[in-house]
């Protein structure tokens, strides 16, 4: 059985103005998804700042949307790490959480072998009883999951059932869907890349752009999902312009400034992360008004 169908959003974390993670704004970001159809919720992953939170933080900031979302809709959480037994502690904790599922990328600037990708994996999930999502996003992490290791883990790793697809190769998704032959679940990590995903077998998306319009976007995967194949492309191409402009610097700074236009968050990042150019913060308002967003 799948961890959920439909848009899942990689949620933001948002600071005060001491750059301190606020809670209670997380609270009301949960509901706010769930109030706008989002299908699962996806915590501490890369649009999350993950990598500039404390330990202590990130297993808080999982704690406080496992317990704040009850069950209303799958929550996922973002567990991986470059160091395996790192990976292996937060996981765990994350499971005692009482968390639906774990969201691992691979190990960024050790730059894994194949065979130290199957370990580190294994590792891992020989570590919870809860199910597993590969992260492949190779533009961040300089680490690429071949489809052979994919299908390999998800054929021998009895909780490894789906994998997160950000490498943007779609020539690639496709050996890997082929090999998989249904032993997978996949779902899209681009948002310009929604429909072509679900076109090779794709059940899903883990989206930033769920942020700020949670409800196209479970409808562009409900629609294509349910036969509305039409209706699914007119929201894909409805929303690339969208997705360039939050593309436009490195995520997650353009979806918090966004979420900061509509009154969601103060739009802080942590460094080495900045504040958006002024520029680009223009085009980004542009693009969403001429969306249709209101704020």
């Known amino acids: ?11 933001i974390t948002p600071f005060k103005d001491d ?8 609270r009301k970001l949960v509901d706010f998804q769930i109030e706008n159809e989002t299908d699962a919720i996806i915590v501490c992953g890369t649009t999350g700042e993950s990598s ?3 330990e ?11 317990e704040h979302t009850a069950g209303r809709v799958p929550v996922i959480a973002g567990t991986g790490s470059n160091d395996t037994q790192t990976a292996i502690k ?20 050790n730059k894994a072998t194949q065979k130290g990708l199957i370990q580190h994996y294994t590792a891992i999930a020989e570590s919870v009883n809860i199910p597993i999502i590969l ?7 300089g680490c690429n999951i071949e489809p052979e290791t994919a299908v390999y883990l998800a054929k021998n790793v009895k909780n ?19 090999l998989a032959d249904g032993c997978i679940d996949l779902y899209s990590g681009n948002d310009d890349q929604i429909l072509p995903l679900l076109s090779l077998g794709g059940i899903g998306v883990i989206s930033v752009t769920s942020n700020i319009i949670p409800q196209d976007t479970h409808q562009l995967v409900h629609k294509f999902l349910n036969g509305d194949v039409a209706g699914s492309r007119e929201l894909q191409l409805k929303c690339i312009d969208l997705c360039k402009a939050l593309f436009c610097e490195v995520n997650p700074i353009p979806v918090k400034k966004a979420t900061a236009f509509m009154g969601l968050s103060n739009g802080k990042v942590r460094m080495p992360l900045s504040e958006m150019e002024d520029a680009n913060a223009a085009k980004l308002e542009k693009a969403m008004r001429e969306y249709g967003i209101q704020f």
Not at 90 to 109: C, H, I, M, N, R
Not at 160 to 178: F, P
């Open 90 to 109: 937060l996981s765990k904790d994350a499971e005692k959480d009482g968390v639906d599922a774990l969201l691992l990328v691979t190990p960024y600037y």
């Open 1 to 11: 059985m799948a961890i959920f169908k439909g848009a899942g959003v990689a949620l």
């Open 160 to 178: 490894i059932v789906a994998i997160k697809e950000a490498s943007g190769n779609i020539s690639q998704v496709a050996k890997l869907m082929a």
């Open 19 to 26: 750059l301190t993670v606020d809670y209670d704004q997380l």
């Open 135 to 141: 992260y492949n996003v190779p533009s961040r992490t």
């Open 52 to 54: 500039t939170l404390s």
């Open 56 to 66: 202590e933080e990130h297993s808080e900031a999982i704690r406080v949307v496992a």
